[in-house]
């Protein structure tokens, strides 16, 4: 973790995506890093091991009010805002709260795939959002898949950030974050040193340096795998 938080830029924060290991979690649960949650079955492992609810991000597309109700009675970091069910259910839990706390959202905007929100519905959510004082909106979220090449992360980065400079000046939000499932490709079976497989994220971590933005970068294989 130490290696790969040296690689990054200053405007960028680690998150590992427990799928890749949950098991791990137990392990590095006191690094300063935050941790992407992705199913009930995680979130348990998370409480069992004592991991931090300030350093979850709850993500996951299939859920359920009773899954953002649990999340948010957790008082996760982040709750991540899939579908336009999900901006419901999480409006729908802060009403019947007694006591409605500060909550963070990412909103996840669709890669052209059947996951995340479309541009029109993203906007939708946001509108309903700012009606809520209690519900902070930290960012957007945008993962498109995983083992990707430079040339195809080298698009994406200005398309998101283009996308986000668009959404500030529509709703007027201020400084937002953006977290990027980089999905970074790691070469299992090389016969170099550790430290050469960390070319990629460091040709990616160039790229935003000198963003105005703040990222947070998931990554899996890049923490659990060695």
Not at 136 to 159: A, D, L, N, Y
Not at 198 to 209: N, P, Q, R
């Amino acid at each position: 973790i130490t290696q790969i938080q040296n690689r990054l830029p200053k405007n960028a924060k680690l998150c590992y995506a427990i799928k890749a290991n949950a098991f791990l979690a137990d392990f590095i649960k006191n690094e300063e890093i935050l941790f992407e949650v992705c199913s009930p079955g995680e979130l348990s492992i998370c409480e069992k091991i004592g991991l931090e609810p300030s350093k979850i991000v709850f993500s996951g597309v299939v859920k359920t009010l009773e899954d953002i109700k649990r999340a948010y009675s957790l008082n996760v970091n982040t709750i991540t805002l899939e579908s336009p069910a999900h901006c419901e259910y999480l409006l729908k839990c802060v009403e019947e709260s007694p006591l409605p706390h500060q909550q963070q959202v990412i909103l996840r905007l669709t890669g052209g795939n059947q996951f995340g929100m479309s541009a029109k519905d993203l906007s939708d959510c946001i509108l309903k959002l700012q009606k809520e004082p209690s519900i902070k909106i930290r960012g957007i979220h945008f993962f498109t898949g995983t083992q990707k090449k430079f040339k195809t992360i080298s698009e994406e980065i200005p398309f998101i950030e283009k996308y986000c400079e668009k959404l500030q000046s529509d709703f007027t939000l201020g400084q937002i974050e953006i977290e990027y499932g980089a999905g970074l490709p790691y070469d299992y079976f090389s016969t170099n040193i550790e430290k050469d497989n960390f070319s990629a994220l460091e040709d990616f971590s160039k790229l935003i340096e000198n963003s105005k933005f703040n990222y947070v970068i998931e990554l899996g294989r890049y923490i659990a795998a060695p």
